[in-house]
């Protein structure tokens, strides 16, 4: 087949918008040259997530953008939603732990107590002092556990791989402790109504102090690695400032409204456990950025580290639970009781009708509340300061969408 | 406080409610019609701090709660207003922001329906997924009991 009488046809000539109309094009032209200085800009949505390596859970966040600017982001949440407020409704108040764990996954014991407290407010069971030493004991090293994570996490949001990792092997220790007291490393079940699951195994006391010895050194490690850091301290200061009229609007807690300056923590407010005989400190902010939350959760673990030596020492003798009969049930009526979780005031609120199930349980999640303020907090700045922003909340999904 | 003393914060603003002291604390019992009037008087009063919001079904309406604390003098108050199945309610978002979220959460999970609020969006479930908190919405599906 030949087809060398085939001519080739020439491009054809492309109408240049507001350009002068010519009839006859300069020879070897399309089209005549014009500017692009009327160029026309639109807002662009930008979707991030549904997954994204620290958002600790599957977060989905739609974000407005004018070039590099954030005009407006909303959440959209509900990925790990498991209707655990309704599976409560079906479980006798033994097992709603195990509903709980996966709540805030990060700091399990704290969602458990809550739920114990509230129980235990409700049918006025006298708790033994030892379980409520536990509990504390167990809430501070996971309060640490949990910090660690969101310190790590917050780094590599930053733009900071490597202290990831040295978080995650410094974990790794707090976690082999919290499995020996309790036989899961995140997933416990072990708080329960009237007391803890089981007595502290022995020896266990001297595996926490080995860890405490060296726990402050790595904080030191790493609080220089980061903190210390110029290039991270620009990233955090006076970026995503609220104020603590913004924070309390949203109904921010934790860290995240004490870096605003409010002084409110549950410890403090309406003591529970072991708190009210424990010497601590509550690391305030005063500007609301970043930078504040980043230094007040470093405060909260040495804080917590300080504790955890308190309740070690002081670690009452005797009954680790109160006498419960097989099947609870608990009187009807309601009742509401918070602890300070990592993540701020962490309620449970227990509505009964006298069966062996909750009638209705609310889990007061703080994250919920923290997240609500993205849009406020994320408009106007810029899109790489909106991960930072979000990260510095420390939000955990697993509570949010329960 | 004693739900007395809500009360009068409420009875000042012309909102007339039931003040009750329960397990839980100072509850005060009112109309659906009169929240947003109850809510800002007791903001006014001092209660700056929004807790939670949440809807109950007692089996024959919606039963909605409104937890508010006074950040200063640490006094919770509960506001509770009975929804009917079929109701609407009114949003609070303007006098406290953290209403949005729970609100929509309350609106997808009780199948009520929200006015006044700036985005009346489902929260948590996607669309056609029935009331789950209803008490009428069973835990199990049928087949999940059959192979139980």
Redesign the interface.
């Known amino acids: 087949m030949s087809d060398e009488s085939v001519a080739p046809t020439p491009a054809p000539a492309i109408p240049a918008e507001g350009a002068s109309p010519m009839e006859v094009l300069p020879r070897g032209l399309r089209r005549v040259p014009h500017g692009l200085d009327e160029l026309a800009t639109e807002h662009l949505i930008l979707n991030m997530g549904p997954q994204h390596p620290s958002t600790h859970g599957v977060l989905h966040v739609l974000l407005e953008l004018d070039g590099e600017e954030v005009q407006a982001a909303e959440a959209s949440v509900g990925y790990l939603h498991r209707g655990i407020e309704k599976l409560a409704e079906s479980r006798k108040y033994h097992q709603v732990g195990t509903l709980l764990d996966r709540a805030d996954y990060l700091s399990g014991f704290h969602t458990e107590t809550a739920f114990a407290l509230t129980v235990e407010k409700l049918g006025e069971i006298e708790v033994p002092e030892k379980a409520s030493w536990i509990r504390s004991l167990l809430m501070e090293l996971n309060r640490i556990a949990s910090h660690v994570v969101w310190i790590g996490t917050f780094g590599m949001d930053a733009g900071a791989m490597a202290p990831f990792l040295y978080m995650m092997r410094d974990r790794e220790a707090l976690l082999d402790i919290l499995e020996s007291i309790s036989g899961g490393r995140m997933m416990f079940n072990y708080v329960r109504p009237g007391g803890v699951f089981d007595d502290l195994p022995a020896g266990v006391d001297d595996k926490i102090r080995t860890w405490l010895a060296t726990f402050g050194t790595y904080l030191d490690e790493w609080d220089a690695l980061l903190g210390g850091n110029e290039i991270f301290q620009i990233r955090l200061k006076n970026v995503g400032v609220i104020s603590a009229e913004t924070a309390l609007a949203f109904g921010l807690t934790g860290a995240s409204l004490r870096g605003s300056g409010v002084d409110f923590d549950v410890r403090r407010a309406a003591p529970y456990c072991a708190y009210p005989e424990l010497d601590f400190e509550v690391p305030l902010g005063e500007r609301g950025d970043c930078w504040n939350r980043y230094v007040i959760r470093v405060g909260e673990m040495r804080q917590a580290a300080r504790m955890i030596r308190q309740l070690v020492d002081g670690m009452p003798e005797g009954e680790f639970k109160a006498k419960m009969p097989r099947v609870y049930k608990a009187p009807a009526g309601e009742a509401y009781a918070s602890v300070e979780s990592p993540r701020g005031e962490l309620g449970v609120h227990l509505i009964s009708d006298g069966g062996p199930t909750p009638y209705r349980m609310r889990l007061r999640a703080p994250s919920y509340y923290n997240l609500s303020i993205i849009d406020e907090a994320l408009a106007g700045g810029l899109i790489a300061d909106a991960v930072v922003i979000m990260a510095s909340l420390d939000i955990v999904l697993g509570e949010i969408d329960r | 406080m004693p739900a007395s003393t809500g009360a009068e914060v409420l009875r000042a603003a012309g909102v007339s409610c039931e003040g009750a002291d329960?397990?839980?604390?100072a509850v005060l019992l009112l109309s659906a019609d009169h929240i947003v009037e109850a809510v800002a008087a007791l903001n006014e009063a001092g209660y700056?701090?929004?807790?939670?919001l949440?809807g109950?079904?007692t089996g024959q309406a919606v039963e909605v709660?409104y937890?508010l604390r006074a950040?200063n003098k640490?006094e919770?108050v509960y506001l509770k207003c009975h929804v009917p199945y079929d109701g609407e309610l009114r949003s609070v978002w303007a006098v406290?922001?953290?209403a949005?979220?729970?609100e929509r959460e309350v609106a997808e999970l009780l199948g009520l329906s929200l006015s006044g609020h700036p985005?009346p969006k489902?929260?948590?479930?996607?669309d056609g997924t029935p009331p789950?908190?209803r008490k009428s919405?069973a835990?199990?599906t049928a087949e999940e009991v059959q192979y139980s």
Not at chain 2, 22 to 25: D, I, K, S, V, Y
Not at chain 2, 48 to 52: E, P
């Open positions: 329960t397990t839980l604390g700056d701090q929004f807790i939670d949440f109950t079904d709660t937890h950040l640490l919770d406290y922001p953290a949005l979220y729970p985005n489902r929260l948590l479930t996607t789950l908190l919405v835990i199990r």
